[in-house]
């Protein structure tokens, strides 16, 4: 990040403004391949400087993030120039926005990454830039998996796989009907103990089972809203990880026997209702309120103190990241 900068740099006052969305991984049965975007979103601006590193951190989780080249964006944007085989990062300002919270399952690591590397990538000069494919692939290596990032980059359902050792994903359209609403608690589950939890085999019929309904899911969003709330039934993972999220395991149950198609968003432990239009959408938001306030619920307790809950209605954006670049 020091002294001359690389002929792979763009000029001093180069700006790139990256927008991206959050994301849910999973989506109930999708286990680790199905994911979808959310219209919640982080923004992005890297600025090319003289020399050394500057931050201008603000929102959702600036206070714990290091202002370092170890900071989740900074090493994404050094990882598209390794892909480019550009040599070092040049000196740059970070400005970032953030509204996705952190270790809540609403992908705010994925779209670090996506952001970072996207910016890396537009300041390659163009000759030197990734392709979408290429892009894919580095977001999906620094994630460990496809199912955040892809709808990411490219908004709405994704079906993602490994094959060989690379990463594909097919993005579906989501019907203009599902509503996502979003229950987010004010704790954090991280990433790595939800899926320490999880076992090395399943039954052969838990598997059956989920796999029907994963393909189900992707019927359901795409055309079928009506059958959302049979489409997220998973045997796979989320009730293995219930006992990191009491609370909110709570709140999924007690949605889902009164007919809300409810699930634990990624690893947790943010509550995504996926609703079947705006009417469904507030019945869902009423029914939260009702079951995380209620006195003898324990949706409304973590640890022995309460939890509070912020609930949003957010759309699936049918377009992912956006990049614009600019010359000062």
């Known amino acids: 990040m020091h002294g001359t900068p690389p002929p792979a740099a763009a000029p001093v006052g180069t700006a790139v403004r990256v927008t991206v969305p959050g994301s849910s991984g999973n989506v109930g049965p999708g286990f680790d391949s199905l994911g979808l975007a959310l219209g919640h979103y982080d923004t992005l601006q890297v600025t090319r400087i003289e020399r050394g590193l500057e931050f201008e951190l603000s929102g959702e989780g600036a206070a714990d993030v290091p202002r370092t080249a170890e900071h989740l964006v900074v090493r994404a944007m050094q990882a598209a120039y390794d892909a480019a085989g550009a040599g070092s990062l040049p000196p740059v300002r970070i400005t970032a926005r953030n509204t996705i919270p952190h270790g809540r399952g609403m992908g705010s690591s994925a779209s670090a990454v996506v952001a970072g590397v996207l910016a890396g990538n537009a300041l390659l000069p163009e000759e030197r830039r990734l392709g979408a494919d290429d892009v894919l692939q580095v977001c999906s290596r620094l994630e460990g998996h ?88 998973d045997l796979l993972h989320q009730p293995y990880r219930a006992q990191a999220m009491a609370p909110s395991w709570e709140l999924v149950t007690r949605l889902r026997e009164r007919g809300h198609a409810a ?13 079947n239009g705006a009417e469904r959408a507030r019945a869902a938001q009423e029914a939260i309120r009702e079951i995380t306030g209620g006195a003898a619920s324990s949706a409304g307790v973590h640890g022995g103190a309460p939890v509070a809950w912020r609930v949003q209605v957010l759309r699936v954006p049918a377009e992912g990241a956006k990049v614009e670049t600019s010359t000062q």
Do not use: K, M
Request: glycine share 10%; aromatic share 4%; net charge negative.
């Open 263 to 275: 699930l634990i968003s990624g690893a947790g432990p943010t509550v995504l209702t996926l609703a």
């Open 146 to 233: 496809p199912d955040n990032v892809a709808p990411t980059l490219l908004g709405g359902l994704t079906v993602s796989w490994e094959d060989g050792g690379r990463f594909h994903t097919v993005p579906v359209r989501v019907h203009p009907d599902v509503v996502p609403v979003v229950a987010v608690p004010d704790f954090e589950v991280a990433t790595s103990v939800a899926r320490g939890l999880l076992p090395g085999t399943v039954a052969h019929h838990d598997a059956a089972v989920n796999a029907g309904r994963a393909a189900l899911v992707v019927a359901a969003l795409g055309q079928r809203p009506d059958l959302l709330l049979d489409a997220t039934f």
